[in-house]
């Protein structure tokens, strides 16, 4: 499953991310393979906003669509 697949609410973990320009960009915003986050919003047609501890991040579907998680 990937982090465009998530619902709102879920909590899962980031389990891989494939790309290493896409991890270089996820750490940036302080996402890394390992982390516990919650999906906080799904924009329709935009990005999924997930939370972790008190920050929240917009990811692009299409950024998304590149990182896998688990339940």
Do not use: H, W
């Not at 973990?13 to 982390?35: C, M, N, P, V, Y």
């Not at 924009?43 to 896998?68: C, D, F, M, Y």
């Amino acid at each position: 499953m990937t982090l465009a697949d998530v619902n709102c609410g879920e909590e899962f973990k980031i389990t891989d991310i494939k790309d290493d320009k896409i991890r270089a960009q996820a750490l940036r915003f302080g996402i890394s393979e390992g982390a516990n986050v919650s999906c906080a919003e799904k924009v329709p047609g935009g990005p999924v906003i997930i939370k972790r501890n008190l920050q929240e991040i917009a990811v692009g579907r299409r950024l998304a669509k590149n990182i896998t998680v688990e339940q």
